[in-house]
């Protein structure tokens, strides 16, 4: 009886990225754990994780951070949307907005948070603008950590920066889209939103399932801009994070409050898979 080959081709592509994974991720993920799990002589304990839910930081941190996820997500999607529906319209001009969108693609997270605190702080373009067009009379305190402007100034600077992140996934799913399956609702009678209802976003949901399952966790670990605009004003998990590992030098803390940020992060990441879940004969 012959002795089936077997192929070890697909196993030795996959062995980069396997071996990158496990390094870099797999492998500091489980000393995270080991370290908010453990106390310096080595036992099992809990007292960090009880530590962290004491904190008298924790609360207004993962409610900042569940404020932002909540005000961000929605208006990039629909932004992001709007664009991409205009760009499947095929306007004229609509390759030089395609460039436009994309632009806030190339800065960083600190580089927009610099960007739009220079907009908001005291002596600020905002302020300028409003001040030469006589609208103030002295400037206004718009990051006084006491009002809401500085959460505002972060959801301003977080759409501006990333919407063009849902933008590019949703025009690769649009993209993707077969125009019979548009031509022959047209051809039915379907108005223009029957047609978007109807037909684009049913088929366009494996590409807002990623888009917003990706930006959600990006939300949930926002820091840079947080730090940027708003400094100790306003706190998030990722910030507390930083500063019990930099600040406080308690490393334990810090695994901890990342492993509470991932299971955030998964929880989302399965309430997308579940709610905006595909069937493959829907696909095909």
């Known amino acids: 009886m012959k002795r089936r080959r077997v192929n070890w081709e697909p196993y030795a592509l996959l062995l980069p990225s396997?071996?990158?994974l496990v390094l870099f991720f797999a492998w500091p993920m489980v000393q995270a754990f080991k370290l908010?799990?453990?106390?310096?002589d080595?036992?099992?304990?809990?007292?960090y994780v009880q530590r962290m839910f004491g904190d008298a930081a924790f609360v207004n941190a993962l409610w900042n951070t569940l404020k932002l996820i909540i005000a961000i997500i929605p208006l990039q999607f629909i932004l992001a949307l709007i664009m991409a529906l205009l760009m499947m319209e095929r306007l004229r001009g609509s390759d030089i907005l395609a460039y436009v969108y994309s632009i806030p693609?190339?800065?960083s997270d600190l580089a927009a948070g610099l960007i739009w605190f220079s907009i908001f702080t005291e002596r600020g373009f905002l302020n300028s603008l409003l001040y030469s067009l006589?609208?103030?009379?002295?400037?206004y305190l718009f990051l006084n950590y006491q009002s809401y402007w500085p959460l505002v100034a972060i959801v301003l600077a977080e759409v501006w920066r990333a919407t063009s992140i849902v933008f590019v996934i949703?025009?690769?799913?649009?993209?993707s889209i077969p125009r019979d399956y548009i031509e022959?609702?047209?051809v039915f009678?379907?108005?223009?939103?029957?047609?978007?209802?109807r037909v684009i976003l049913p088929m366009l949901r494996p590409s807002i399932q990623v888009a917003l399952i990706l930006r959600t966790l990006l939300a949930v670990q926002v820091f840079a801009v947080v730090m940027a605009l708003a400094g100790r004003g306003v706190t998030v998990l990722a910030a507390e994070a930083y500063r019990w590992h930099g600040e406080y030098r308690n490393p334990h803390m810090a695994a901890v409050y990342a492993m509470f940020i991932l299971i955030i992060s998964l929880a989302s990441a399965f309430f997308y898979l579940r709610a905006l879940r595909v069937k493959e004969e829907a696909i095909l």
């Open 18 to 20: 396997t071996a990158y």
């Open 36 to 40: 908010g799990f453990q106390s310096d």
């Open 42 to 47: 080595g036992q099992f304990t809990l007292a």
């Open 105 to 107: 693609l190339a800065i």
């Open 134 to 139: 006589g609208l103030l009379e002295r400037p």
């Open 170 to 175: 949703l025009v690769a799913g649009l993209q």
């Open 184 to 186: 022959a609702a047209e």
């Open 189 to 197: 009678g379907a108005n223009w939103f029957q047609r978007v209802r």
